[in-house]
């Protein structure tokens, strides 16, 4: 086998699938050292829980914690969705394996489409598998959409 004709067809292969795009939503490297919003747990029942049954830590940067108080989420806002598995057992329920790091940057001008919003979620919280991409709008902004008077928003602030 040429080696030589090898190289280039791997370099070019790594650097398009490890390349990130202008658009793309940034892992939130640091996130659990954040503002700890709120949690849940969604079992077996609920009409989410086969997309988002578990455990769920939400956390919010500074100016995503401005957002909540004031109700007017600023660019540069920063919302985690932190989905882990909840193992039931001896009468409590634990956190289990991560499933999924959600992410929600606000960025009025680059997420336009999907109001103001980019939308990401990070496969098991590695930040190399992005589960959404391209679909931002049919995976995550168009369950969002109903909640325009909160920005978008689902949760909320609670002292």
């Known amino acids: 086998m ?3 004709r090898l190289f280039p067809l791997v370099a070019l292969a790594l650097s398009v699938s490890t390349s990130a795009r202008a658009d793309d939503v940034p892992y939130p490297a640091g996130y659990r050292t954040w503002t700890h919003v709120k949690s849940m747990v969604i079992q ?3 009409p989410l829980h086969a997309s988002f049954g578990g455990m769920h830590h939400l956390y ?3 100016k995503a914690m401005e957002g909540y108080k004031s109700g007017q989420f600023k660019n540069g806002s920063v919302i ?3 989905l882990l598995e909840a193992d039931a057992a001896g009468n409590a329920i634990a956190e289990g394996k991560r499933k999924v790091v959600g992410v929600m940057h606000r960025d009025t001008k680059k997420y336009a489409a999907t109001g103001g919003w980019g939308f990401e979620g990070f496969a098991a919280g590695d930040p190399a598998q992005r589960a959404v991409g391209a679909n931002a709008k049919a995976a995550c902004f ?3 959409a109903p909640q325009k008077n909160t920005s978008y ?3 909320s602030w609670r002292e």
Do not use: R, T
């Open 80 to 82: 985690i969705f932190d």
């Open 153 to 155: 928003v689902f949760s």
């Open 44 to 46: 077996s029942g609920h």
């Open 60 to 62: 919010a940067n500074a």
């Open 142 to 144: 168009d369950c969002h």
């Open 2 to 4: 040429n080696l030589h």
